[in-house]
């Protein structure tokens, strides 16, 4: 990585690590109910089924993700934990977002009710296990599990601007970059990967590309690739 490319790396990261360029994010809805957790208007399920919901209905436009989450968080009353443990939950064919179906949302609502009857924090579960018994796709020891690194990311970092910290037993340093289509695209224009494959070997280079700038936070350079996003777009409509 050439000098130039590590210090724009830098700016855009610390840049773009600001709330007011997340306001139409799916992070708000998990961010709503962290911020009454120290007044006990919420508990930490709360904002955990929050973020397993928002960051797996997170792909498409974000104006129509936030819109979707939406109708997922009305249908529970704003109150994900009493919702899950309940039972009974909006179970049809009908689309909720995209190709995702209330009836997706019933099962893993299901699963979650499942794995906090037997646990309480959803924190010590392995990305395999949050996989699995989560979100309920099969074991793929090559998938990126984009939705469910972004949703770890949320969690973890601490450092009070845009992700929520709530997460007090994991380490920033052990994250994974959220990757999908479009951070590849962004990852393989800066060089941080000269991989085909958009398989988790790809996800531990970008990260580890990220941790030679930002050794204790790697993470932090997901807001770079925002930054680079935004940056290509401008540059493409100028």
Same mark, same amino acid.
């Given at each position: 990585?050439?000098?130039?490319?590590?210090?724009?790396?830098?700016? @855009?990261?610390?840049?773009?690590?600001?709330?007011?360029?997340?306001?139409?994010?799916?992070?708000?809805?998990?961010?709503?109910?962290?911020?009454? *957790?120290?007044?006990?208007?919420?508990? *930490?399920?709360?904002?955990?089924?929050?973020?397993?919901?928002?960051?797996?209905?997170? @792909?498409?436009?974000?104006?129509?993700?936030?819109?979707?989450?939406?109708?997922?968080?009305?249908?529970?009353?704003?109150?994900?934990?009493?919702?899950?443990?309940?039972?009974?939950?909006?179970?049809?064919?009908?689309?909720?977002?995209?190709?995702?179906?209330?009836?997706?949302?019933?099962?893993?609502?299901?699963? &979650?009710?499942?794995?906090?009857?037997?646990?309480?924090?959803?924190?010590?579960?392995?990305?395999?296990?949050?996989?699995?018994?989560?979100?309920?796709?099969?074991?793929?020891?090559?998938?990126?599990?984009?939705?469910?690194?972004?949703?770890?990311? @949320?969690?973890?970092?601490?450092?009070?601007?845009?992700? *929520?910290?709530? @997460?007090?037993?994991?380490?920033?340093?052990?994250?994974?970059?959220?990757?999908?289509?479009?951070?590849?695209?962004?990852?393989?224009? &800066?060089?941080?990967?000269?991989?085909?494959?958009?398989?988790?070997?790809?996800?531990?280079?970008?990260?580890?590309?990220?941790?030679?700038?930002?050794?204790?936070?790697?993470? &932090?350079?997901?807001?770079?690739?925002?930054?680079?996003? &935004?940056?290509?777009?401008?540059?493409?409509?100028?």
């Amino acid at each position: 990585m050439d000098i130039s490319t590590r210090e724009k790396l830098i700016e @855009w990261a610390l840049k773009y690590n600001d709330p007011a360029y997340f306001q139409e994010d799916p992070i708000i809805f998990p961010a709503h109910f962290a911020g009454r *957790l120290k007044d006990g208007g919420y508990r *930490l399920e709360d904002v955990e089924i929050a973020a397993v919901i928002a960051a797996h209905l997170a @792909w498409g436009r974000r104006s129509m993700i936030v819109r979707d989450c939406q109708k997922a968080f009305d249908e529970m009353g704003w109150q994900p934990y009493a919702y899950v443990m309940n039972g009974e939950y909006r179970d049809e064919n009908a689309s909720l977002h995209r190709t995702v179906r209330w009836s997706e949302f019933a099962d893993i609502c299901r699963r &979650l009710k499942s794995v906090y009857s037997d646990t309480g924090s959803i924190e010590n579960l392995s990305c395999r296990q949050i996989r699995t018994m989560i979100y309920g796709r099969k074991e793929d020891p090559r998938a990126p599990d984009k939705k469910i690194n972004m949703m770890r990311r @949320w969690m973890v970092r601490d450092d009070g601007k845009v992700d *929520l910290g709530v @997460w007090k037993h994991s380490d920033k340093k052990e994250l994974l970059i959220p990757l999908d289509v479009h951070v590849y695209d962004m990852a393989t224009d &800066l060089g941080l990967t000269s991989r085909k494959q958009k398989d988790i070997t790809t996800v531990h280079e970008i990260t580890d590309a990220f941790r030679e700038i930002f050794p204790d936070d790697p993470c &932090l350079g997901d807001f770079a690739l925002f930054g680079y996003g &935004l940056y290509r777009d401008h540059e493409e409509n100028a």
